[in-house]
């Protein structure tokens, strides 16, 4: 609603100050008119604006839009309906991560960094893994079992993230049953998840040499119940969507982007390959043993929000392929590199109250070795050391290009992590995506993108 | 390259876990990996000196470690080379990764802050890190952004934490923090927490001084 005073003097700004809410802003500048508006008629304000006056209106988008992902804020100009310049306004989720990784062991640092992308944690937990991996030179002793659980786990993420996208870009133009569909699919992912990593999100449980703990008995046979449910559903969401004319019309032509543009604005991810560059770095510089698996690069050409649907599900499709693979190729093995000083000693195992423990272990560092106690003690609390040196290992994560560039002085912290965020480089695009477009297609471009606001202010 | 090791979170009275023991760790000398690199880095080093005829003052060093390429460079010479990386058919750098800040306050040459550079050929699946020092009285380092547009944002965010100013740059303002905030606070002397926040006009103290209910 517009403020009542602000009809007696039109050409002066209205404050949201006053005695009852003295953290109202007092700002003075001579920015025009400040309407505040929460809800009500879209014609009450642009009515209440001159048009021989003021032309132009700037609307704040979010930050708590519920259509802006999280956090983002966007400030548009806009000419009637019409957008004639957006920006995007960050930094509202920051939260120092990179700052506090400084400040915990290289272990520890993994609970950290998973938090920053909180759609695809593992994905983040993978790269800093193979950073901290390529700079202690053990690269070529992670076994066989750890890449495959990495990449099973990685893939099922994919799945998810794709889901939340669905299920959340739907819901801003109005499929409400694709949210309700996305979500309901997401949980069974989550379910296997927790199960495996014994938590929803923020799994913390790739570590630099391997992972926590050994898949679960039964977390297999679940993975393979869920890869037929899943398939299904896709088709189900095909058949809902793909030709469904409200789908079409919002999403067919808005927020182009070409490769040119991608490749200037460093946009990685779906929506470079939604423009027809078919770059996956899973397939192009392969790591953690993709290069095994058969699946394909997933392009269309007509680079719009519609083609960056249909690239999003055929990779749920791709994903189940290279889960199907991997399940296959799980064999029992060690599931942490063999190098004591880098391993943790004790292999925790469920047990029958619940907690997790290692009875053995502790008879052995409590009945029979002082030095094993001495070794477990530095080894938990201390961390082991990671030579000099600095390494950036990105992985494909659902949004695209995710690095982390680590930095050692060669003791038991990070000296300096800096994760480059996919989200983060693709929210630049926003201005070429929206300007020049209408205001409704804002939100649908801006889903397109698919920030998460976790990794753009980590 | 360290100052002093202090505690886990910061504190200083207690053992040392940096993983130094307490030992006072010499800077490390500041050479070049000796030729030949290995795999394709010397196809690219030469193709490169061989483009431009300033490589050898553009070009503090060149270190190969852990099968990754490091060029060490001059800030007069960033935007040219990363032109050059850019647009030579032999090096074909498109794409920047990103760019990011290293504070190293016992930097044997004086010059503390580090930009880093990661750049990617998608044309021949390679990558390759530029690393950019200044010293804090005079950190300036010209902006890419002519070159790889992409490095708005990413300037950004190192003027932010670092301090670094990249002349040129279209508008290097603060990006996650506030804009009036004081200090870059990914630099080594900034402490973890410990600093009264300013909330809707209110001086909100660190934990630490907050009043005790004990």
């Given amino acids: 609603m517009t403020d009542p005073n602000a009809a007696d003097s039109a050409t002066t700004y209205t404050s949201t100050y006053s005695s ?11 920015a025009g008119r400040i309407f505040t508006v929460g809800g009500g008629d879209w014609d009450e304000i642009v009515n209440a604006v001159d048009p021989l006056e003021s032309e132009r209106i700037v609307v704040n988008m979010g930050p708590q839009h519920p259509s802006t992902h999280g956090v983002l804020r966007m400030v548009l100009e806009l000419e009637g ?49 193979l950073g901290v991996e390529r700079l202690l030179d053990i690269e070529d002793q992670i076994p066989e079992r750890v890449k495959v659980i990495r990449v099973l786990l990685a893939e099922l993420q994919r799945i998810s993230s794709h889901l939340v996208w669905l299920a959340t870009g739907g819901m801003e133009i109005g499929a409400m049953t694709m949210m309700l569909f996305g979500f309901r699919e997401r949980e069974h992912i989550l379910a296997i998840l927790e199960m495996i990593t014994g938590l929803r999100m923020n799994h913390a449980y790739f570590r630099p040499g391997g992972v926590a703990q050994d898949l679960p008995p039964g977390a297999v046979d679940r993975i393979r119940e869920f890869i037929p449910y899943m398939h299904a559903k896709i088709d189900e969401y095909e058949s809902l969507l793909t030709a469904n004319p409200i789908w079409l019309r919002r999403l067919k032509g808005v927020g182009f982007l070409d490769t040119n543009g991608c490749m200037q604005l460093g946009v990685t991810g779906p929506l470079l390959r939604a423009s027809g560059l078919a770059w996956d770095i899973r397939k192009e510089m392969p790591y953690s043993g993709y290069e095994n698996y058969d699946f394909d690069v997933v392009t269309e050409s007509a680079g719009d929000c519609f ?33 004591k000083k880098i391993a943790w000693p004790a292999q925790l ?30 080894l938990v609390t201390e961390g082991f050391r990671v030579p000099p040196g600095q390494a950036y290992v990105p992985v494909e994560s659902p949004r695209g290009e995710l690095g982390a560039h680590i930095v050692s ?12 965020d996919p989200s983060f480089v693709n929210l630049q695009a926003v201005p070429a995506l929206t300007e020049g477009g209408m205001i409704s297609d804002v939100v649908a471009s801006v889903a397109s993108i698919d920030p998460v606001m976790g990794g753009v202010d980590r | 390259m360290t100052d002093e090791h202090r505690d886990m979170f910061g504190a200083s009275g207690f053992g040392d876990t940096s993983g130094f023991g307490g030992l006072a760790v010499r800077p490390t000398d500041l050479v070049s990996s000796p030729k030949p690199y290995g795999e394709w880095f010397d196809e690219a080093t030469d193709a490169l000196e061989q483009a431009l005829p300033s490589f050898g003052d553009a070009v503090e060093r060149v270190v190969v470690h852990r099968g990754e390429l490091t060029l060490y460079v001059k800030r007069e010479a960033l935007v040219d080379l990363c032109r050059l990386l850019r647009d030579d058919p032999r090096l074909r750098f498109e794409q920047l990764s990103g760019v990011s800040g290293v504070d190293y306050p016992n930097d044997p040459t004086g010059r503390r802050l580090h930009a880093v550079y990661h750049l990617l050929s998608m044309t021949r699946r390679r990558r390759l890190r530029l690393e950019v020092a200044v010293a804090d009285a005079d950190p300036h380092v010209p902006s890419v952004t002519e070159v790889y547009p992409t490095a708005n944002w990413h300037e950004r965010e190192t003027w932010d934490f670092f301090g670094i100013v990249f002349d040129g740059h279209p508008g ?37 001084t907050r009043r005790s209910y004990a």
């Avoid at chain 1, 009852?20 to 001579?30: A, F, K, L």
């Avoid at chain 2, 290097?172 to 300013?198: A, N, S």
């Fill in chain 1, 20 to 30: 009852e809410d003295p953290y109202g802003s007092t700002s003075t500048d001579d």
């Fill in chain 1, 349 to 378: 195992a469920l047990g029958g109250d619940g907690l997790g423990n290692s009875l053995d272990h502790i008879r052995h560092i409590m009945g029979q070795s002082m030095e094993a106690l001495i070794h477990h003690f530095k």
């Fill in chain 1, 81 to 129: 309906e019409t957008v004639a310049r957006s920006r995007v306004v960050i930094g509202y989720l920051h939260t120092g991560i990179e700052k506090n990784m400084e400040f915990r062991t290289w272990t520890q640092a993994v609970t950290f960094i998973t938090r920053c992308d909180y759609l695809a944690p593992l994905s983040n937990e993978l790269t800093y893994c």
């Fill in chain 1, 409 to 420: 002085d060669g003791g038991t912290r990070p000296y300096r992590v800096h994760l480059r």
């Fill in chain 2, 172 to 208: 290097l303002t603060r990006i996650e923090m506030p804009d009036d905030w004081p200090g870059h606070p990914q630099r080594k002397d900034y402490p973890l927490g410990g600093v009264p926040v300013e909330y809707k006009g209110a001086q909100i103290p660190p934990p630490d």
């Fill in chain 1, 307 to 339: 083609a960056r649907y249909l690239v999003r599900v055929n990779e749920i499709r791709q994903s189940l392929r290279i889960i199907e693979q991997a399940v296959d190729r799980l064999k029992p093995g060690p599931i942490m590199v063999a190098d």
